[in-house]
């Protein structure tokens, strides 16, 4: 099998805001964390503004750490997936807990019924089993007896991918061997 390195990560090519609104920036702040912090400063005023109005003019400065920590850590890239932010592993995990797991029928081409999904408070109960130990949160994150609707569907499928690695010798036999079967023979007469 064969290995090799990738440089792709070192030549990470990202656009940078040079200039803003005539201000000279130097080298600039990355577009995809301006984008993000644009969104959530605009998000996070919005929501504040709305709720409970202007915060006093002495504590203003600490409104502005929230939007800026989060715009900070989740422009950062991942260390589990490189390709993408913090910001997008997030959206990615609550998405989960907000529609949670649905069995794949058919390829993923026929919908799951909706009793198969399981429920976000018995996940939530799966992954932090203290919570079911609460008083008066025993039914809410428990299993309470009845069996998880999920459970229905059979076991999960458990897979276990190979990886191989081709190079171009490789795929040159194979297209040549291809190329041979489909190529028409010329008739004997």
């Known amino acids: 099998m064969r290995s090799a390195r ?9 656009t940078r805001q040079h200039e803003l609104l005539g201000l000279d920036l130097g080298e ?3 577009r995809t964390t301006l984008k993000y912090g644009s969104v959530i ?12 109005g202007f915060p006093p003019q002495p504590v203003v400065p600490l409104f502005l750490l929230p939007p800026v920590g989060l715009t900070y850590f989740g422009a950062k890239r991942s260390l589990t997936y ?5 910001l997008l592993i997030w959206g990615v995990r609550l998405n989960y807990l907000q529609s949670g797991l649905r069995p794949v029928i058919g390829r993923g081409r026929v919908p799951a ?11 939530l109960g799966e992954a932090v089993p203290q919570l079911a130990q609460l008083p008066g949160l025993e039914a809410l994150f428990g299993a309470d007896g009845r069996p998880d609707p999920a459970d229905s569907y059979g076991r999960p499928a458990r897979l276990r991918p190979r990886v191989r690695l081709y190079g171009p010798d490789a795929v040159a036999r194979a ?3 291809t ?4 190529t028409p023979k010329a008739d004997p007469r």
């Open 6 to 14: 990738t440089y792709s990560r070192h030549w990470d090519i990202e």
């Open 28 to 30: 600039g702040i990355p």
């Open 41 to 52: 400063c605009a998000v996070w005023w919005g929501l504040w503004l709305l709720v409970l």
């Open 82 to 86: 490189w390709r993408r932010t913090n």
């Open 113 to 123: 019924p909706k009793a198969g999904l399981r429920l976000r408070a018995r996940r």
């Open 175 to 177: 297209r040549a061997k």
């Open 179 to 182: 190329s041979r079967r489909s």
